[in-house]
């Protein structure tokens, strides 16, 4: 039968309202008989923010807005559980803050391939803004070069649905061992145990705004959390021996070499003078999670 009510957890610190806007003219607009329970999880808003999701709490007619308020300084996956523990369907999606619905068919899309019962989890595409890339520095452009357009995760946690049964049944998202980075991929290996992963089209925008320092701060943040991974699952991780080289002094530059050329080819000599800090960076952040079995590297920047 199909579903007639889903939860989106929608994961929110320090939001930019324009964009919280933009996500919730989205939803309401979503092509999709589906009723939305909306599942916000305060972590920092501001006053005006909240204004305008009472607003939509009070008038619309498809989204069922609930919200949370939880302690701000909890983990990244941590208030994401707290989310998915209050939802009340057996289909939940987690949205984040700067994701906007690319069109009116992504909800229909995200949710159909759950008709099987063999799928357990469901990704949606990640496209990277033009008028972002445009506006970002060379420097920038070229750390972030894989992110330039649309691509596909295997799974992260920016607009992904899941089964509440199997979420429940593997403990949810690890805020044990992950901080800020590689709860995602956890839950990725972890779900792969159970079912089926499904790539519908249904796309995300990423709307993301950065700089040149930002982006390079990632590359140890996302380092330290593979390497949590590597120590706790070993070669369960896919590309673990990819990982380990180029966490590995010296010899680890080598694969730093690889390059998406159909992407931007005239950025690649930029791209290789970075490549020394991204090893070195790649080096502390990766050895200090392996060593520690543990993720917490944060980069967010914390606004007053």
Not at 13 to 31: G, H, N
Not at 78 to 96: P, R, Y
Not at 258 to 282: N, R
Request: charged letters at 25%; aromatic letters at 12%; proline letters at 5%.
């Amino acid at each position: 039968m199909p579903m007639k009510k889903i939860s989106i957890v929608f994961n929110l610190y320090q939001p930019k309202i324009d964009l919280i806007d933009k996500i919730l003219k989205s939803l309401e607009m979503q092509d999709s008989s589906y009723k939305i329970e909306l599942m916000v999880v305060n972590k920092k808003v501001d006053s005006d923010c909240l204004k305008l999701i009472e607003s939509y709490k009070k008038e619309s007619r498809k989204i069922e807005v609930r919200i949370k308020k939880v302690d701000e300084n909890l983990s990244f996956a941590s208030s994401m559980n707290e989310g998915i523990k209050s939802a009340n369907t057996d289909i939940i999606i987690v949205l984040q803050q700067d994701c906007i619905p690319l069109n009116n068919n992504w909800l229909n899309n995200l949710i159909k391939p759950f008709t099987d019962e063999k799928v357990v989890a469901t990704v949606s595409k990640v496209k990277f803004p033009d008028e972002l890339w445009n506006n970002q520095d060379i420097f920038t452009k070229s750390l972030m070069i894989r992110e330039k357009g649309t691509i596909n995760p295997l799974l992260d946690e920016k607009a992904c649905a899941y089964r509440r049964f199997t979420l429940e049944k593997i403990g949810l998202f690890n805020d044990r061992d992950f901080r800020t980075a590689g709860e995602d991929f956890d839950m990725y290996i972890k779900l792969k145990n159970e079912g089926i992963i499904s790539y519908p089209e249904a796309t995300i925008i990423h709307y993301h705004p950065t700089d040149f320092k930002s982006r390079l701060n990632k590359v140890e943040q996302y380092a330290n959390g593979f390497g949590t991974l590597v120590r706790i699952y070993k070669s369960k991780v896919p590309h673990w021996n990819i990982g380990l080289l180029k966490a590995t002094p010296l010899i680890g530059l080598i694969p730093f070499l690889a390059y998406p050329f159909k992407k931007e080819i005239k950025l690649y000599p930029i791209y290789i003078l970075l490549i020394p800090l991204m090893h070195y960076l790649y080096i502390k952040g990766f050895w200090k999670g392996y060593i520690a079995k543990s993720q917490s590297i944060d980069v967010f920047q914390k606004k007053p």
